[in-house]
């Protein structure tokens, strides 16, 4: 799958010593610095992704007690939105400081970037048995419940997303984009049902957010031009059913797309939480993005701001999609094995190293960058941090080239290796009380002294024994090896996880394969080589053992070689470029394509599980996060690629979406409910009344049960209608009983 990336844009500030701020965090002043080097080198870049200068700083801002949105806005900052203590905000690049330091500011965190991570999936998990109501009271398809994703990528008006009179299923798109020329560096707009044919695309660069949508509540099942595999490994064009639909078919749809940067989309799902406000109507939110440049635990400002969201909306999580890359290291260190060290080893150019290690624990320790001399074997250059920098500003070694500032450490010793920069950073967090390392870097091999790669840059860590070492790698740029020396560490893909999904209250989904073929319109078939064997886990999908004992994901579900609807502005620039081979069904239109494609992630087994839970909440509006995560622990499929492979990587094991539904009813009470009851109807009124009618009964009795059993009212009438005052009920879920013969699930908002 295409990976995207954007970076948190800046001007060029004055070249100047970093204060230290008891607001802002080392991971924080490490970046500012970082950037600040890059904007002056334009050289540098993030594999295909540039620097951009918007001349703002984007973040989050936890106010301090008593403080207000009117406070920080009085001193400059633009705030897009609030949510509890946590405002979304955008600064003034070269301001950072000053705004960290304000007694109405308890907390600044920079915006980091984060990157985006059927027909089979809904047989192999049970939704086809859902839709056909099987041994159900009646099909599920979503109805009464919002389906929101927040990505990038849409086209808000392919024909997955309209109903059969043509009309769009997307009740709210939001569109936030970077804007340097607006005051706060955004800008948005807003469209609805009735608007929303004005709006083409965010992007033609990505399908991701037209194929996550599609999955999770796409709905076209007419006719359509389907390539259709045969076992001679080529592909006939057939007109058939669509058989490419997603799994919440019913639900009412709200998009937020944006750029890929955290505070971005925190705007975004506020804006979708404000619709779910307006429409009274249980949501669940499916994103498919992640980042790993943070501490694995749920204290980031962005992982608070989830929970915060959690109150309102199920939030499901993608896993990541690095589980074969070994970018962590955690080590409990031992008598006589006080040290965690390892090699950073690049993954995009042979001789160029990019990134961030971040490096945690509970109690203090020690840090250093080192450059290894393989040649003899031993560190020929240590990097540390002087006496006087333990405030947590960190110092920057690098060559007189990339020299910024005044406590920059230029020696020969560095330049012999490498051109670029290595900053070290150490400090204890203010509201976590962890201690915090960072290794920032760009290296590129000095071509003349360095040609052959023998010296390598790598980092030490000491503690004492019985302290756990935590060390985490940005996923994009570099692994840690111990490239085969004796005495130092290899990195760990337990602990791959992303860095988002590690809150307390999100539902995280990782990847097994379902498809390992698929064919195209252009007459092939395509494989992908043995990767992705039905039924195993995709090698990709990442997970991670935390330090609180959690193991992350909590299930797993179809993410590779998924086919759902793509983008046609995308389409046009890939079939352009390779023809329809990656294309496998169409539908042609009078002003417009509409095409389906395969694509592999958890993005894409995230929005399966997620529009699976709109299917549940349609039965159950009330379910809590906390209950369907002991539904998914309960039901989901344990076979044997799952009891033989490794348990952090499967979580519960397979998801089963039918056996999940079935036990939401079973355990709501609703089970031997009619909802169609042969000449009973309900009505009910917006102030909490109901009406019952049942044609040609002398009078009618009812009583209405919670799901405990417990009967909560009742109420008769002679003749055939029964109104009944319900406005004391708590909102929820609840059953009527009529004359004794006729039962209805109601629900009480």
Same mark, same amino acid.
């Given at each position: 799958?295409?990976?995207?990336?954007?970076?948190?844009?800046?001007?060029?500030?004055?070249?100047?010593?970093?204060?230290?701020?008891?607001?802002?965090?080392?991971?924080?002043?490490?970046?500012?610095? $970082?950037?600040?080097?890059?904007? @002056?080198?334009?050289?540098?870049?993030?594999?295909?992704?540039?620097?951009? /200068?918007?001349?703002?700083?984007?973040?989050?801002?936890?106010?301090?007690?008593? !403080?207000?949105?009117?406070?920080?806005?009085?001193?400059?900052?633009?705030?897009?939105?609030?949510?509890?203590?946590?405002?979304?905000?955008?600064?003034?690049?070269?301001?950072?400081?000053?705004?960290? !330091?304000?007694?109405?500011?308890?907390?600044?965190?920079?915006?980091?970037?984060?990157?985006?991570?059927?027909?089979?999936? $809904?047989?192999?998990?049970?939704?086809?048995?859902?839709?056909?109501?099987?041994?159900?009271?009646?099909?599920?398809?979503?109805?009464?419940?919002?389906?929101?994703?927040?990505?990038?990528?849409?086209?808000?008006?392919?024909?997955?997303?309209?109903?059969?009179?043509?009309?769009?299923?997307?009740?709210?798109?939001?569109?936030?984009?970077?804007?340097?020329?607006?005051?706060?560096?955004?800008?948005? &707009?807003?469209?609805?049902?009735?608007?929303?044919?004005?709006?083409?695309?965010?992007?033609?660069?990505?399908?991701?957010?037209?194929?996550?949508?599609?999955?999770?509540?796409?709905?076209?099942?007419?006719?359509?031009?389907?390539?259709?595999?045969?076992?001679?490994?080529?592909?006939? =064009?057939? +007109?058939?059913?669509?058989?490419?639909?997603?799994?919440?078919?019913?639900?009412?749809?709200? @998009?937020?797309?944006?750029?890929?940067?955290?505070?971005?989309?925190?705007?975004?799902?506020?804006?979708?939480?404000?619709?779910?406000?307006?429409?009274?109507?249980?949501?669940?939110?499916?994103?498919?993005?992640?980042?790993?440049?943070?501490?694995? $635990?749920?204290?980031?400002?962005?992982?608070?701001?989830?929970?915060? &969201?959690?109150?309102?909306?199920? &939030?499901?999580?993608?896993?990541?999609?690095?589980?074969?890359?070994?970018?962590?290291?955690?080590?409990?260190?031992?008598?006589?094995?006080?040290?965690?060290?390892?090699?950073?080893?690049?993954?995009?150019?042979?001789?160029?190293?990019?990134?961030?290690?971040?490096?945690?624990? /509970?109690?203090?320790?020690?840090?250093?960058?080192?450059?290894?001399?393989?040649?003899?074997?031993?560190?020929?250059?240590?990097?540390?941090?002087?006496?006087?920098?333990?405030?947590?500003?960190?110092?920057?070694?690098?060559?007189?080239?990339?020299?910024?500032?005044?406590?920059?450490?230029?020696?020969?010793?560095?330049?012999?290796?490498?051109?670029?920069?290595?900053?070290?950073?150490?400090? $204890?967090?203010?509201?976590?009380?962890?201690?915090?390392?960072?290794?920032?870097?760009?290296?590129?091999?000095?071509?003349?002294?360095?040609?052959?790669?023998?010296?390598?840059?790598?980092?030490?860590?000491?503690?004492?024994?019985?302290?756990?070492?935590?060390?985490?790698?940005?996923?994009?740029?570099?692994?840690? /090896?111990?490239?085969?020396?004796?005495?130092?560490?290899?990195?760990?893909?337990?602990?791959?996880?992303?860095?988002?999904?590690?809150?307390?209250?999100?539902?995280?989904?990782?990847?097994?394969?379902?498809?390992?073929?698929?064919?195209?319109?252009?007459?092939?078939?395509?494989?992908?080589?043995?990767?992705?064997?039905?039924?195993?886990?995709?090698?990709?999908?990442?997970?991670?053992?935390?330090?609180?004992?959690?193991?992350?994901?909590?299930?797993?579900?179809?993410?590779?070689?998924?086919?759902?609807?793509?983008?046609?502005?995308?389409?046009?620039? %890939? *079939?352009?470029? *390779?023809?329809?081979?990656?294309?496998? @069904?169409?539908?042609?239109?009078?002003?417009? %394509?509409?095409?389906?494609?395969?694509? !592999?992630?958890?993005?894409?087994?995230?929005?399966?599980?997620?529009?699976?839970? @709109?299917?549940?909440?349609?039965?159950?509006? +009330?379910?809590?996060?906390?209950? =369907?995560?002991?539904?998914?622990? +309960?039901?989901? *499929?344990?076979?044997?690629?799952?009891?033989?492979?490794?348990?952090?990587?499967?979580?519960?094991?397979?998801?089963?979406?039918?056996?999940?539904?079935?036990?939401? =009813?079973?355990?709501?009470? *609703?089970?031997?409910?009619?909802?169609?009851?042969?000449?009973?109807?309900?009505?009910?009124?917006?102030?909490?009344?109901?009406?019952?009618?049942?044609?040609?009964?002398?009078?009618?009795?009812?009583?209405?049960?919670?799901?405990?059993?417990?009967?909560?009212?009742?109420?008769?009438?002679?003749?055939?209608?029964?109104?009944?005052?319900?406005?004391?009920?708590?909102?929820?879920?609840?059953?009527?009983?009529?004359?004794? +013969?006729?039962?209805?699930?109601?629900? =009480?908002?």
């Amino acid at each position: 799958m295409k990976k995207l990336y954007t970076l948190l844009s800046m001007a060029v500030a004055a070249a100047t010593v970093i204060p230290a701020s008891a607001q802002l965090s080392l991971a924080d002043r490490m970046q500012l610095r $970082r950037q600040r080097a890059e904007l @002056a080198h334009t050289a540098v870049t993030r594999g295909s992704a540039a620097i951009k /200068d918007a001349g703002h700083t984007f973040g989050f801002i936890r106010l301090a007690a008593g !403080s207000s949105r009117a406070d920080l806005e009085a001193e400059g900052v633009t705030v897009a939105s609030v949510r509890g203590d946590i405002a979304l905000v955008s600064v003034r690049a070269g301001d950072e400081e000053r705004v960290a !330091s304000l007694d109405c500011v308890a907390e600044f965190q920079l915006s980091r970037p984060v990157k985006a991570d059927m027909d089979l999936s $809904r047989q192999m998990s049970g939704v086809e048995s859902i839709h056909n109501g099987v041994e159900l009271d009646h099909p599920y398809t979503g109805s009464g419940v919002i389906a929101a994703v927040v990505d990038q990528g849409l086209d808000a008006n392919h024909i997955n997303f309209r109903n059969s009179d043509a009309t769009s299923r997307i009740g709210y798109l939001g569109h936030t984009y970077t804007d340097p020329s607006s005051e706060g560096g955004w800008s948005g &707009v807003t469209y609805d049902r009735d608007n929303i044919w004005r709006f083409t695309t965010d992007t033609d660069e990505t399908f991701h957010a037209t194929h996550t949508l599609g999955i999770m509540a796409g709905s076209y099942r007419g006719e359509a031009q389907v390539a259709v595999a045969d076992n001679s490994q080529t592909a006939t =064009i057939q +007109t058939m059913a669509n058989p490419y639909y997603g799994v919440a078919t019913g639900a009412d749809i709200a @998009a937020g797309v944006t750029d890929l940067v955290d505070m971005l989309i925190a705007e975004s799902i506020d804006m979708i939480l404000n619709y779910r406000y307006e429409q009274q109507k249980p949501c669940v939110l499916s994103l498919s993005l992640g980042s790993n440049v943070n501490s694995h $635990r749920p204290n980031s400002l962005m992982g608070q701001f989830l929970e915060l &969201v959690a109150k309102e909306a199920v &939030v499901v999580l993608s896993a990541g999609n690095e589980g074969d890359i070994p970018l962590a290291l955690v080590k409990n260190l031992s008598e006589g094995d006080t040290e965690a060290k390892t090699f950073i080893m690049p993954s995009y150019a042979p001789d160029t190293r990019y990134g961030m290690t971040y490096v945690y624990s /509970d109690r203090p320790f020690t840090l250093k960058a080192v450059i290894f001399n393989r040649a003899r074997g031993k560190i020929s250059y240590n990097m540390g941090i002087p006496s006087g920098l333990e405030d947590g500003a960190g110092v920057f070694y690098c060559s007189s080239d990339y020299k910024q500032e005044t406590t920059d450490v230029v020696s020969s010793n560095f330049s012999n290796a490498f051109s670029g920069y290595v900053g070290v950073g150490y400090n $204890r967090e203010q509201y976590t009380g962890e201690y915090t390392g960072l290794v920032s870097y760009y290296t590129k091999d000095n071509p003349d002294k360095n040609a052959n790669g023998n010296y390598i840059l790598g980092f030490v860590v000491e503690g004492e024994p019985g302290q756990r070492i935590e060390c985490y790698n940005e996923a994009d740029y570099g692994y840690l /090896d111990s490239f085969g020396i004796e005495g130092w560490d290899t990195g760990q893909t337990d602990g791959t996880i992303s860095d988002m999904a590690c809150g307390n209250d999100v539902l995280v989904v990782g990847a097994y394969n379902v498809r390992d073929s698929y064919g195209a319109l252009d007459g092939y078939v395509y494989g992908y080589q043995n990767t992705f064997l039905p039924g195993k886990i995709t090698p990709f999908s990442s997970y991670g053992t935390l330090a609180d004992g959690r193991t992350l994901p909590h299930v797993c579900a179809p993410g590779a070689a998924v086919i759902s609807s793509t983008s046609s502005y995308y389409a046009k620039n %890939e *079939i352009a470029s *390779i023809g329809k081979r990656g294309v496998v @069904a169409s539908v042609s239109e009078v002003d417009r %394509e509409n095409y389906w494609a395969p694509a !592999s992630g958890t993005s894409m087994s995230t929005p399966y599980v997620a529009g699976s839970i @709109a299917l549940w909440l349609e039965a159950d509006p +009330t379910l809590t996060i906390n209950e =369907i995560k002991e539904i998914v622990a +309960t039901t989901s *499929i344990r076979d044997e690629e799952v009891l033989s492979g490794n348990p952090v990587q499967w979580g519960a094991g397979k998801f089963d979406a039918y056996a999940g539904l079935k036990e939401v =009813i079973r355990r709501s009470g *609703i089970g031997e409910v009619s909802a169609d009851a042969d000449g009973l109807m309900v009505k009910q009124t917006p102030d909490g009344h109901i009406e019952l009618f049942v044609g040609n009964s002398p009078s009618v009795g009812a009583t209405v049960y919670d799901l405990t059993g417990t009967a909560v009212s009742r109420g008769a009438a002679d003749g055939d209608t029964l109104t009944m005052d319900l406005s004391n009920l708590r909102p929820g879920v609840y059953v009527v009983t009529v004359n004794g +013969t006729h039962s209805k699930k109601i629900v =009480i908002r």
